[in-house]
């Protein structure tokens, strides 16, 4: 692995939520119902991603770990389609395993373990970018990744990293929003081996958001569902806090423009405004709003993997969104 391949690697996965987020969105890929997240010391010291999806036989986990592969050949038309692609395509294995020590075990799901023998698993070890052994495993059915020693061919690249409670708050973000956006699936996160949230995975927004934020966010939240008549947004659905249940933190604000998370400030302003003058200086509400968008309306190349989106028309978005906690708050009488 020479030391170009490791900056360009360095560039792409920054820190440990960045692995932990291309994990999750494999997991999800893989058409998992169960996505477990451990992380130790904020993720600097490990990151273990555990599913129970398609699994891989050997071979394709040999071909998983290379660069440029994907399975995903068809999505490269959903990057001029719309919302909808995550990150960036069949390079995030490879690049996770050229700046850390990478270990995969995965069984293909329902079968009798394809090349490796009955019911055997394969675990795949790689070393800063060069795969050190491939061996059948006894594993569940399912995939886990485990990424040890981040950065460790990259020492600049660690040099980055703040304390651990930094690092986690990112991870802890990063599972929270896939958590959110994903309700039948049950995603749980682990910190130095102590339990932080762990969803049902039953399908409602409102035991997930119990799951994640606990009873008291839970129970100061209010049904947003408004099919706003402008073009510019389909539809608003999810939940807004009481004005009084706050946080002094804009990260429990939670915006998903067709199914994918994205970060935009169009949206945050929509959903202070809407509060108008009923919060305290400083402090912000909790908020999960899935927003639907004609496709064609929405960039999200702006920058895939900080989440970040264009809409052709801001201000008929804003006002959609806006209009739609307005009258979420207005139905609960506030
Ligand atoms: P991409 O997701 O863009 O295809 P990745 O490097 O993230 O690229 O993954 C490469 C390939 O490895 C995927 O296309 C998929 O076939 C396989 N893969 C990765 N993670 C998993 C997983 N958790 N379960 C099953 N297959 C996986
Ligand atoms: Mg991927």
Do not use: W
Not at 162 to 168: C, G, H, L, R, S
């Amino acid at each position: 692995q020479d030391t170009i391949q490791r900056i360009a690697a360095g560039e792409v996965v920054e820190r440990p939520a960045s692995a932990v987020k291309e994990l999750v969105e494999n997991s999800l890929d893989a058409d998992a119902s169960r996505v477990s997240v451990a992380v130790e010391s904020g993720g600097k010291e490990g990151v273990r991603v555990r599913d129970d999806g398609i699994g891989m036989s050997r071979e394709q986990l040999e071909l998983a770990v290379e660069e440029h592969t994907t399975s995903k050949i068809s999505d490269i038309g959903d990057l001029e389609a719309g919302v909808g692609t995550l990150g960036f395509r069949g390079e995030a294995l490879s690049t996770i395993g050229a700046v850390s020590r990478l270990t995969i075990r995965s069984k293909p799901r329902g079968g009798s373990g394809a090349g490796g023998g009955s019911g055997a698993g394969t675990e795949l070890r790689m070393e800063g970018g060069e795969v050190v052994d491939v061996a059948p495993a006894g594993c569940p059915e399912g995939t886990t990744v485990e990424v040890g020693d981040l950065f460790f061919n990259t020492p600049a690249r660690k040099k980055f990293l703040k304390t651990d409670a930094t690092e986690f708050d990112h991870v802890n973000t990063v599972v929270t929003q896939y958590a959110l956006a994903n309700p039948d699936v049950a995603v749980s996160l682990e910190h130095d081996d102590r339990e932080v949230f762990a969803t049902e995975g039953r399908g409602s927004l409102e035991s997930t958001v119990l799951s994640v934020y606990g009873r008291e966010v839970a129970e100061a939240m209010h049904r947003v569902d408004a099919d706003p008549r402008a073009g510019a947004v389909h539809s608003v659905t999810g939940l807004v806090s009481h004005p009084e249940t706050t946080r002094a933190s804009r990260d429990y604000c939670s915006t998903f423009v067709n199914g994918r998370y994205v970060r935009a400030s169009v949206l945050r302003d929509a959903i202070l405004d809407a509060y108008g003058g009923q919060l305290a200086p400083d402090r912000f509400p909790f908020a999960v709003l899935f927003v639907e968008v004609p496709p064609e309306s929405v960039d999200v190349n702006v920058h895939p993997r900080k989440m970040e989106v264009r809409f052709d028309d801001e201000a008929g978005v804003k006002a959609g969104v806006e209009s739609a906690v307005e009258d979420a708050l207005l139905d609960a009488g506030l």
